[in-house]
């Protein structure tokens, strides 16, 4: 499996931005999906993640009702809607899939960088 992200930039306080990660590859063995952060000096973090087939989501408590996850299972593609930004968001963002045939397997896409300054 392999994951592309894509739509980081630089965005003012108060904007927003919309990230995407397509997956190729054997698209088959994809379950949950998600989005993590990792801010320079920091450890990656959960940001939200997602449920192959109820959607079920999980946001962390930083950004719960400021972004939201989503997914297309036909397109293979995951979404991070980001609203309400804020400079402490700043961090690259990476997106996450889990395989759920090879329990314990997980793929990383390459990173996509989201600066929230004025």
């Known amino acids: 499996v392999q994951l592309q992200a894509s739509g980081g930039g630089l965005v003012q306080p108060g904007g927003s931005l919309r990230l995407s990660c397509a997956a190729s590859?054997?698209?088959?063995?994809?379950?949950?999906m998600g989005w993590y952060c990792q801010a320079p000096g920091k450890e990656r973090e959960l940001v939200a993640d997602?449920?192959?087939?109820?959607?079920?989501?999980n946001y962390a408590d930083s950004v719960r009702g400021r972004f939201a996850i989503s997914r297309d299972n036909v397109k293979s593609t995951v979404y991070l809607q980001m609203n309400s930004l804020e400079p402490g968001d700043t961090a690259v963002y990476y997106c996450?899939?889990?395989?759920?045939?090879?329990?314990?397997?997980?793929?990383w896409g390459q990173g996509t960088l989201v600066t929230v300054s004025s």
């Open positions: 590859g054997s698209i088959f063995n994809i379950g949950d």
């Open positions: 996450n899939a889990q395989d759920r045939v090879y329990q314990g397997r997980t793929y």
């Open positions: 997602i449920s192959r087939f109820n959607s079920r989501t």
